[in-house]
T-cell receptor, first 112, second 112 residues
Framework: GAGVSQSPSNKVTEKGKDVELRCDPI?????LYWYRQSLGQGLEFLIY????????KSGLPSDRFSAERTGGSVSTLTIQRTQQEDSAVYLC??????????FGEGSWLTVV | SQQGEEDPQALSIQEGENATMNCSYK?????LQWYRQNSGRGLVHLIL?????REKHSGRLRVTLDTSKKSSSLLITASRAADTASYFC????????????FGAGTQVVVTP
């Protein structure tokens, strides 16, 4: 597609369950990012993939969070044993190195 | 702490008026990007300005960068109701490409 695609758009899950959020970056973009935005807050960096380099995981808030990027394209963000404070919009973005970073529409996660 | 901080936090204007918002940051940057967000969902990229640039234009948007003051401004001319959104600046800095630092945003309301 023309832009960054994320799924699901909305996810409601019970506390303690695992969730997976998917991101399809813009074709050809070598860099992929995950950010989180809690209600009324700014964006918080989570993780960054660049090419075949080891990802920068410094923003992941706990070991319940993990992300993979398969084949240098699609990425999955996994949250294990979800907690209510995980409720947020999870935004994926992609770019060519050193250039404009384009964001998807986000996945709204609600943990009940 | 957040690298970019927007000012004002909120702005209410009438259609046809200009809207100006500012962004300040703390340390030397590589690039500064402005984004728009409607209804808490995806971010729409507006303009990227590099540290060696001073001004950029895109349609009704004008961005300036003053690295000596560590600040940037976004001007929206002849505003429209459709410009109602939150506007964020995001900075990246040497050795931390991909880890954008976002401010809390300026919420702009344009009334007909």
């Amino acid at each position: 597609g023309a832009g960054v695609s994320q799924s699901p758009s909305n996810k409601v899950t019970e506390k303690g369950k695992d969730v997976e959020l998917r991101c399809d970056p813009i074709s050809g973009h070598t860099a992929l990012y995950w950010y989180r935005q809690s209600l009324g807050q700014g964006l918080e960096f989570l993780i960054y993939f660049q090419g075949n380099s080891a990802p920068d995981k410094s923003g992941l808030p706990s070991d319940r969070f993990s992300a993979e990027r398969t084949g240098g394209s699609v990425s999955t963000l996994t949250i294990q044993r979800t907690q209510q404070e995980d409720s947020a919009v999870y935004l994926c973005a992609s770019s060519l190195l050193g250039n404009t970073i384009y964001f998807g529409e986000g996945s709204w996660l609600t943990v009940v | 702490s957040q690298q970019g901080e927007e000012d004002p936090q909120a702005l209410s204007i009438q259609e046809g008026e200009n809207a100006t918002m500012n962004c300040s940051y703390k340390t030397s940057i590589n690039n500064l990007q402005w984004y728009r967000q409607n209804s808490g969902r995806g971010l729409v990229h507006l303009i990227l300005i590099r540290s060696n640039e001073r001004e950029k234009h895109s349609g009704r948007l004008r961005v300036t960068l003053d690295t000596s003051k560590k600040s940037s401004s976004l001007l929206i001319t002849a505003s429209r109701a459709a410009d109602t959104a939150s506007y964020f600046c995001a900075t990246d800095y040497p050795d931390s490409w991909g880890k954008l630092q976002f401010g809390a945003g300026t919420q702009v309301v344009v009334t007909p």
